[in-house]
């Protein structure tokens, strides 16, 4: 067999299968099996190797603010209102700043996919959406960001606001994104999701809401995805929208989320809950038996609809903290959605790897198989059920047969 550029020996793969070699050549996996040869080779020596993760949805251009202008209140509509005055103070290059402190964060926890979510409003106008254009140029090899158009500050209820997500688009934006929940009532509400499916279709590009991202269900405002799901049925969007948080569901009756569940599989809307944020931001007007908010994956997995989770956000109003780590994320979700067997474990990662590359449409190049990107991290631990466990060092973070990050856990046990 050919020499090859890169070949990682002794991997695991497989929690019960034996070690591999995986072999990388201009940019792909050329092979994985035994016994290969490379011209830079590394013996990991059974630590785990899986694919880069997967940030389904963050906010890069608002992060780090936690510190110019903290959320007393810790509310939602406190952490809209704050960002809200400060995004419309925002410089170029102050954002830009700020977003490759994250960019480098995400990178060095192993993430190479990233789709973001930039304010796209009269409030910051245009700011937060151009940096994301540049970060693509600038991360070009080293993370594929995709970059969705925004209206954090609602449709109906801004003039304006729909103008500048439509030159978002006409400016090359990937994704259509929403707010529903954040209009004055219901009817524009439905208004909002409307006219987000109207420039998806007029763009052909796929949706990404923010929804049903309260306590109360019953506020149709939070519990806009049976109109999604309509929506979506009615217009031939199955398996390209998107919608992130979905905290109301966590308190509605069993039955009605199995009734929900159901009908969410059948037009294939994927959801991304975002544990960080929606258990800092949840519950807050409860006194006493405080809702966590954050759902449990499982029954949506097992019903057949396709699940991700995502940082949201990195120290600012909706949520303080942060390191832009997935494995921090998903530890944090296992404990709060009770997530504790082995299978569980296997789950999770699916959320952040496989789940996410199926949510971004680029299932066909990711993924630990022969003639896929070579996009893998070498983790510092033997299994994959461990992963969440030990929120292991990222050894090496390679991105298309590039070794992008590499670090290494010294340790010195005196005793
Ligand atoms: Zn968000």
Redesign the pocket.
């Known amino acids: 067999m050919a020499e090859m550029e890169l070949v990682i020996k002794n991997a695991r793969i497989e929690d019960e299968k034996p070690l591999v070699d995986i072999g990388v050549s201009e940019g792909k996996i050329a092979e994985i099996g035994s016994g290969l040869r490379g011209k830079n080779t590394i013996d990991v020596k059974g630590d785990v190797v899986v694919p880069t993760f997967i940030e389904s ?3 890069l251009d608002k992060a780090l603010l936690e510190r110019v202008k903290p959320n007393v209140e810790g509310t939602l509509a406190g952490a809209i209102k704050i960002t809200g005055e400060l995004k419309k103070g925002f410089q170029y290059d102050e954002v830009l700043k700020r977003s490759i402190q994250v960019m480098d964060m995400l990178v060095a926890h192993g993430t190479t996919v990233v789709r973001a ?1 930039p304010d796209t409003d009269p409030l910051g106008g245009l700011t937060g959406f151009k940096v994301m254009l540049e970060l693509k140029k600038r991360y070009k090899g080293v993370v594929d960001l995709q970059v969705v158009a ?1 209206p ?1 500050e609602g449709i109906i209820k801004l003039p304006g606001a729909f103008e500048i997500i439509e030159e978002a688009m006409e400016l090359g934006a990937d994704v259509v994104g929403g707010c529903p929940y954040n209009e004055n009532n219901y009817e524009d509400t439905k208004k909002h999701i409307d006219k987000m499916f109207d420039l998806a279709k007029k763009y052909n590009k796929d949706l990404d809401f ?1 929804a049903d991202f309260g306590d109360n269900p019953d506020d149709l405002r939070y519990r806009s995805i049976d109109y999604t799901i309509e929506k979506t049925e009615r217009e031939g969007f199955q398996g390209r929208v998107t919608v ?2 979905m905290t109301s569901l966590s308190s509605i009756e069993p039955e009605l989320l199995a009734d929900t569940i159901k009908r969410m599989a059948h037009a294939r809307i994927n959801i991304v809950p ?1 544990p960080a ?1 929606d258990m800092y931001l949840s519950g807050r007007g409860d006194k006493n038996r405080v809702r966590r908010g954050v759902i449990n994956p499982k029954p949506f997995i097992a019903g057949g609809v396709n699940v991700a989770f ?1 940082s ?2 990195i120290r600012n109003a ?1 949520t303080p903290f942060g390191r832009g780590d997935l494995l921090m994320i998903g530890s944090l979700f296992e404990h709060a959605a009770q997530l504790g067997s082995i299978s569980d474990q296997k789950l999770l990662l699916d959320m952040i790897t496989k789940n996410a590359a199926k949510l971004q449409g680029i299932d066909k190049t990711y993924g630990l198989q022969k003639g896929k990107n070579a996009d893998f991290n070498v983790l510092g631990t033997k299994l994959l059920s461990d992963v969440f466990l030990d929120v292991p060092v990222r050894k090496y973070v390679v991105k298309r047969g590039k070794i992008v990050y590499k670090s290494e856990l010294v340790e010195t046990r005196n005793w």
């Open positions: 949805h963050i906010h979510h925004f954090q923010h992130g948080h975002l944020t995502s949201n956000n909706f």
